[in-house]
């Protein structure tokens, strides 16, 4: 069987989708995942792109160690330079650089003729080579680019020392037999391309990412570029974990495939989705809350007969948990200590001792906690940080009755130290709530959507807000969990606020791209 790599940009393509901002202990857990996940490569984010994202790469380059960790930038010296003080730290320094060859790219965007391209992306290579042994060049656009210049200045790349060569669908344009044809071209046409690693990069937005990455692989990739859940610009990028399990699938007619962990899917997904506060859609492929739930009389019938008259994957291929209680009000620290290991989480004892806190609060109020609850409280602690003083949610009270007007009151800390009082009205609690805290807070605030969705399942399962706002211009999502939703919906509001706070203070390069 042929193996092959996959390269994971969750942390780097759908972080840049809309609504997402992660911080940087929340980039490490996602990126410690990964790893368990087994990507063969982890793009960490774009450090000449901000402060925050050259800290977020430097720090998963020093902590991950069985994947690669690479990081994006444009071709010129000083991204390049970035890149490596970021880089340095991995095992394997691996930079990934760009530069659109598509005329449409070439000449609105770059205002470069194909010639003065090529010496740029030959320069940039041999520049990057200097410091990092392996480096990966994209040729931004790839599909919509003449064939022919491709294959020169593809060409070019490779003799200056390009160790992976990514041939990116940038706008999910492609038909998977043309995106194929793309890959045997170069593989017929380019001296000395089987030295190099062939990588593929396909959008969503034509809802063919993962068939034309299937695609490319046939026609001679061999390396798979997308993200978790399908995230990324606009429709997102081929969805990692659906295209793992089809190539496991079918086996029968594939001849190669990936050393993805299958049963790290679900965990990997979960996380993905809680800490972007991008949500699953039910029904999708793999991972989606319906993606095994079989419905209708005739196929549980046959379910219960034989389950693979209707399954062909199985909830345990992905980890999916059968056992689902696992600690009650009862469990001491120990216990809970045990669990919290044998779950992959490695917590200080100041951690722990504050998980163990939240943990014996919510035993009180909630008989049974699940794996998922625990999960999440776990992940909750793991991605503190305690570097800058935000708004902190001190107290929150609604009233509310059918026949009468819904009024919060709130009191929350402000950076500043000082306490802070509100009260006010809105059609509903949570609009009250909204209400009061858009008065207590500095800045101005508009709020363009808000979700509340249940982790786990039982009728005292955790409740987990979203929102998603314009803070002073900017947008950002906040999220949080709690046992009740207006609280949650408080904190999480608070917290899209705060991230906006901490972002505002680490952005001291332009964003540029
Ligand atoms: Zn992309």
Redesign the pocket.
């Known amino acids: 069987m042929r193996k092959i790599d996959v390269f994971d940009?969750t942390l780097r393509?759908g972080e840049q989708s809309a609504g997402i901002n992660l911080n940087t202990a929340e980039k490490l857990e996602i990126a410690k995942q990964l790893e368990r996940f087994n990507a063969d490569v982890i793009e960490a984010g774009f450090p000449a792109s901000s402060q925050g994202d050259f800290e977020a790469v430097k720090k998963i380059a020093q902590t991950v160690k069985s994947s690669i960790v690479t990081g994006l930038a444009r071709s010129v010296k000083s991204d390049i330079d970035t890149s490596w003080e970021a880089l340095k730290y991995g095992e394997q320094p691996h930079i990934h650089i760009f530069l659109a060859t598509s005329p449409i790219h070439m000449t609105h965007k770059l205002k470069k003729t194909p010639d003065q391209v090529v010496d740029i992306a030959v320069e940039s290579v041999k520049y990057a080579k200097k410091h990092f042994p392996l480096v990966q060049w994209s040729a931004e656009d790839a599909f919509r680019s003449d064939p022919d210049f491709l294959v020169r200045v593809v060409r070019e790349v490779i003799k200056a020392g390009a160790t992976t060569i990514n041939l990116?669908d940038?706008v999910g344009y492609a038909t998977p037999s043309e995106y194929g044809a793309m890959f045997r071209h170069l593989k017929e046409n380019v001296p000395g391309i089987d030295r190099v690693k062939l990588s593929a990069?396909c959008?969503n937005d034509l809802g063919m990412a993962v068939a034309n990455t299937i695609a490319a692989i046939e026609n001679g990739a061999d390396q798979v570029?997308g993200t978790i859940n399908g995230l990324?610009?606009r429709a997102g990028?081929a969805a990692l974990e659906e295209l793992a399990v089809a190539l496991h699938i079918r086996q029968d007619k594939f001849t190669f495939g990936t050393d993805v962990k299958l049963d790290e899917i679900k965990r990997t997904s979960q996380l993905v989705s809680q800490l972007t506060g991008m949500a699953i859609q039910a029904n999708k492929a793999v991972v989606g809350k319906n993606a095994f739930a079989h419905e209708s009389g005739i196929h549980q019938d046959g379910m219960l007969k034989e389950r693979t008259t209707y399954e062909i994957i199985t909830p345990e291929l992905i980890g999916e948990n059968s056992t689902q209680i696992v600690l009650g009000k009862h469990s001491g620290r120990h216990a809970f200590k045990d669990k919290a290991i044998a779950l992959g989480f490695e917590l200080s004892d100041e951690k722990i001792t504050e998980a163990f806190k939240a943990f014996k609060e919510l035993a009180d109020k909630k008989k049974e906690i699940s794996e998922d609850d625990l999960y999440v409280l776990l992940t909750d602690q793991q991605i503190q940080e305690e570097e800058v003083p935000v708004y902190e949610l001190k107290s929150v009270q609604v009233q509310y009755g059918n026949g009468s007007i819904p009024t919060a009151s709130v009191s929350v800390i402000s950076p500043d130290g000082d306490l802070l009082q509100e009260a006010s009205t809105g059609s509903g609690s949570v609009e009250a709530i909204c209400n009061t805290l858009e008065r207590l807070v500095k800045g101005k605030v508009h709020l363009l959507d808000y979700r509340v969705t249940s982790i786990g399942k039982g009728r005292d399962a955790l409740g987990e807000a979203v929102v998603n706002m314009t803070y002073n211009g900017k947008s950002t999502t906040g999220r949080d969990v709690a046992q009740d939703v207006l609280e949650a919906s408080a904190k999480a509001y608070l917290n899209a606020i705060n991230r906006q706070l901490v972002n505002e203070r680490k952005r001291s390069y332009a964003k540029t791209v």
Do not use: K, L, M, R
Request: glycine share 10%; net charge negative.
């Open positions: 940009t393509d990116p940038t990069h959008h570029e990324g610009e990028n």
